[in-house]
Each structure stands twice: as C-alpha cells, then as structure tokens.
C-alpha cells in the first residue's frame, strides 16, 4: 500500500500557475494508476486528472483540459500537477490518490489518500 503526501499549493493570483507534488512510499509506484482529485468548500471531491504507471497515458476533466498537466517521475516516486491559467473556480484542497481500477474517474475507484494541499485562486 502506498502513503501518498501532497505539496506545492498557495495562494495565486488568476491567471498564475502552481506546481503540485505528490510524494508516494512504496517500492511498486510505478504500478499504480494515479490521480488528483480537489474538493471545494461545500462541494463533493470530483476528479482532475489521473495518469498510468508508465506516464504514457493521461486523463483530463473538461473543466481542466489544456490547463493542467499530469506527469510522474517513477524514480522519485513521484507525481506532478502543473496548473496554469487559473481560475477562482480552481480554488480547492487537491488531493492524489492511487486508483484500483484504470480509466474509472470515480473517486469510490481511489484510495490510500493524501492529506491534500491547498489552492486559493485570488482575483
């Protein structure tokens, strides 16, 4: 099982960009499909993005497509959430997680969850 530890979030001004990490312990990272996930106040946790072991295949929500990129570093164990263009709507907790099954955006497919890092989009 993994222990995963975001960092990397702030506070940002609309239209800045972040750098996200997720630090993962765990001999097989490279195994597992991963994802990030946010939740804003008062709202439900919904997916962002996931990525396979090998970092070949990605997944975006809509609302973040062309916007935000995915990446992995399987020799640091590793994964990446670099933003750009943000928005206030992108105010969150982000959170990575691993995924049990590839390709299923539900946050019920995730599991062994960060602590989540912070992300306040100021105008």
């Known amino acids: 099982q993994l222990h995963l530890a975001e960092s990397g979030g702030g506070l940002v001004q609309a239209g800045g960009s972040l750098n996200l990490s997720c630090a993962a312990s765990?001999?097989?990272?490279?195994?597992?499909?991963m994802g990030w996930f946010r939740q804003a106040p008062g709202k439900e946790r919904e997916f962002v993005a996931a990525?396979?072991?090998?970092?070949?295949?990605?997944d975006y929500a809509d609302s973040v497509k062309g916007r935000f990129t995915i990446s992995r570093d399987n020799a640091k164990n590793t994964v990446y959430l670099q933003m750009n263009s943000l928005k206030l709507e992108d105010t969150a907790v982000y959170y990575c997680?691993?995924?049990?099954?590839?390709?299923?955006?539900?946050?019920?497919?995730?599991?062994?969850w960060g602590q989540g890092t912070r992300v306040t989009v100021s105008s």
């Open positions: 990525i396979s072991g090998s970092g070949i295949n990605t």
């Open positions: 765990g001999r097989t990272f490279r195994d597992y499909y």
């Open positions: 997680a691993v995924a049990n099954y590839h390709g299923v955006r539900s946050a019920a497919n995730f599991g062994s």
